[in-house]
């Protein structure tokens, strides 16, 4: 519960912003890559337009896992390499890995990119011999939790008021054997 404590540490209260009118962008083939130090006010301006209900991680936050060897960041772009979504998974001791955000620009939601890019983790923390991974999601986030048991992840605890303003998680876990 400890590492817990310490992500749950990273956010801070989100700030208000104007509803945001959307427009679903137009189809188009996306790719994954990965999200480096280089990244950084991209993924930022991201992550504000994906979570803009609640905590959002800080500028402090990002720089830390752009810059934590045992971070691993990944960005799905456009064919004119425009993020549009985004994750962090940080890699444990004893072969466990943290999902620790994802986020996809509204304009490209249901479009199966957060699965993409699941499974994309999924695979590269295989081939790393990671066998559990696990996540917190908010109880009020149904959509996410929709997106992780799709992906076959299970609520494993339910943690009492984790969020700064209050709210509980679910701890969700995989295993990925
Ligand atoms: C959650 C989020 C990442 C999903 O991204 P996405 O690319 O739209 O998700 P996908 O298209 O891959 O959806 C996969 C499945 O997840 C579930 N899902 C995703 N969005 C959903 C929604 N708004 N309502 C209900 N189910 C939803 C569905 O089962 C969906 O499958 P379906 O479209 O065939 O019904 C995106 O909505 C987002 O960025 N939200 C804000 C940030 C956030 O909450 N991140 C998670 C923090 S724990």
Do not use: W
């Not at 962090?88 to 993409?116: C, S, W, Y």
């Amino acid at each position: 519960m400890a590492f817990l404590e310490t992500i749950r540490n990273f956010f801070v209260p989100g700030s208000y912003y104007e509803p945001e009118l959307i427009v679903p962008a137009p189809t188009m083939a996306y790719s994954i890559r990965p999200l480096t130090v280089e990244h950084q006010k991209q993924v930022l301006r991201l992550n504000l337009r994906c979570f803009r209900k609640g905590d959002n991680y800080t500028k402090y936050t990002f720089d830390y896992l752009l810059s934590e060897p045992r971070t691993l960041g990944y960005r799905v772009v456009t064919p004119t390499d425009e993020m549009v979504g985004f994750a962090f998974v940080m890699l444990k001791i004893q072969n466990a890995a943290h999902l620790t955000t994802i986020g996809i620009a509204p304009e490209h939601r249901r479009r199966g990119l957060a699965i993409d890019l699941m499974r994309h983790i999924e695979h590269g923390l295989k081939n790393r011999d990671v066998g559990t991974i696990m996540l917190e999601v908010r109880v009020s986030n149904s959509s996410a939790q929709d997106l992780y048991k799709r992906c076959g992840y299970t609520i494993v605890q339910r943690v009492n008021k984790y969020y700064s303003n209050g709210e509980d998680c679910f701890l969700m876990m995989k295993s990925l054997y």
